[in-house]
């Protein structure tokens, strides 16, 4: 049995059914490189308090510094049998350097560690997943840039609507992202890791050690992030908003995946066939000899479930704790890892899969032909004969019926039927108008700007 951190008050040894249904390890082993990075200041402080002798603080962070040498090297391994991370951590020294390991929790309580760790994980994952952000930005403009001067046939109610431009279509996209984006460097941006809250009520450290630790474990670089300064000790460790706020984040991002995903599959399929998927990211039929099914995109539009039910479980978890730390909050690591690492793995796939779409040109020119695409933009048309709108749109309404119903083509009505409809109709101006050219030049009040993504 792991040594614990606590248990002084007990004669009686823990069950071992609750103990092993309790720990932590299993998962929050995530929050290592982060937990020394608190005990390492922490040291400092002590140090500064006159608790730790200098060479004692150095030993410790000797010993913490070789445990993150080994994280780094991908050789750390958690004994399972511990209880969490932070126990872990406090073990690995005590075999180190001894019972001097044993100071290395004066004044300070795991609530504190725990909070600062998962803040710092959030913060160094929303980093990382701003920089993937940039990658897929950048595919999507690779894929626009494939196909310049390629149009799309847009849709509204999975209706057939207007012509657009390809490159537009796929900007939308962008602008999600960089939404996405937006919101993700906030966030960063306002995350402030505190540290010196102790089990609830604060720590009899100064704010002038913590301060000078601070300062000496970032060597005297701005770290706006590292606030030393705990306004409210109690909301500090019961504080649980940053991680609802980046999972809200992240489930927005997940739809945007799971809504470009949704695109792609279906125009991919053969009564589309706009989009030819690549290979490698699609899967085949154990049964079908001919299938080429599209499992990467329907995985990610599959994990949204995954990804919302893990911002509800934290929120459910959180609606009903009185102040402060519960043990309730031990729940939101699992849900926390869970979307961080499905996120990362989504963009890191999405950005490859994206440079290898191909668009079916000769599918699309086709769909183009359908002549009710450019029934808004000859309403237009009329509308500038002075025409009233309602007219105008009732006039080409009419016209497309009278086309539906007689099985015959607009481009191929001669004048005298067109005139029917409307003087200022003629085959001349139905050339001229139905066309992906024309539909798309006439709109005027696009800027096309792209937007830009910047970690």
Known sequence: MAKKLWGGRF???????????????????????YDINHSIIHAIALKNSGILKTGEC??????????????????????????????????????????LALKMHTLRSRNDQIVFDAKWYCLDSGVHIAKLLVGLSASLKFLAKKYPSSFMVGYTHTQKAQVVKLSDYISAFSGMFFRDS???????????????????????????DYDKAIKE??????????VNTIENSLDSVSDRDFIIEFL??????QMHLSRLSEDFILYSTKEFNFLDLPEEFCTGSSLMPHKKNPDFLELVRGSTGKVYGNLVSILTTMKGLPLTYNRDMQMDKEPLFSSVDTIKDELCIMVKFIKGIKLNKQAVKKALEDESLYATELAEYLVYQNVAFKDAHDIVG???????????????????????FHKGLNIIVINKIMNPEYAVKSKKSISRRKPKINA
């Open 58 to 99: 150095k030993k410790i962070i000797l010993s913490l510094n070789a445990i993150l040498q080994q994280i780094g090297k991908g050789k750390f391994k958690p004994n399972q049998a511990c209880e969490d991370i932070h126990t872990e951590i406090q073990n690995r020294l005590e075999k180190d350097i001894g019972k």
């Open 11 to 33: 004669k009686k040894k823990i069950d071992k059914d609750f103990e092993e249904f309790s720990k932590s390890i299993q998962y929050d082993y995530k929050l290592a490189e």
């Open 182 to 208: 937006t919101r993700l460097m906030k966030f960063i941006d306002g995350i402030n890791l505190y540290i010196g809250a102790g089990a609830l009520a604060g720590s009899s450290l100064k704010v002038s």
């Open 248 to 253: 809200s984040i992240l489930s927005i991002l």
């Open 217 to 226: 474990f970032f060597k005297g670089e701005k770290f706006k992030n590292a």
């Open 398 to 420: 009419k016209l497309v019926r009278y086309s539906e119903d007689n099985k015959v083509k607009i481009k191929e009505m001669p004048d005298t039927i067109l005139k029917k």
